[in-house]
Nanobody
Framework: QVRLAESGGGSVQAGGSLRLTCAAS????????MAWYRQTPGSERELVAT???????NYPDSVKGRFAISWDRARSQLALQMTSLKPEDTAVYYC????????????WGQGTQVTVSA
């Protein structure tokens, strides 16, 4: 069973940086995609970064150029480097894993809070 555990959240002033990490365990067949999402109270979960097995990445315009996702296969660790943080980046950030082997499966971490003050 794949398990994900996020860490690295906290409070920072606008313009600052944070690095989130997601320790993944139990991955036996690789992944179809891994991603970071975020959610604020009363809102739907929002995709903020995706990485594929070939290490290609994708970001929405809201974070492009400020956030960077990476996957360290040797450490089974997903990371999200966040720079030039804005108050609107305040949210709970979740790590996401998807695979199609042996069948489609999606796993979420428990989330980590990021708070950016003006």
């Amino acid at each position: 069973q794949v398990r994900l555990a996020e860490s690295g959240g906290g409070s920072v002033q606008a313009g600052g940086s944070l690095r989130l990490t997601c320790a993944a365990s139990g991955i036996r067949y690789g992944f179809a995609s891994m991603a970071w999402y975020r959610q604020t109270p009363g809102s739907e979960r929002e995709l903020v970064a995706t990485i594929l097995p070939d290490h290609s990445t994708n970001y929405p315009d809201s974070v492009k150029g400020r956030f960077a996702i990476s996957w360290d296969r040797a450490r089974s660790q997903l990371a999200l480097q966040m720079t030039s943080l804005k108050p609107e980046d305040t949210a709970v950030y979740y790590c996401n894993y998807q695979t199609t082997i042996p069948s489609w499966q999606e796993i979420w971490g428990q989330g980590t809070q990021v708070t950016v003050s003006a």
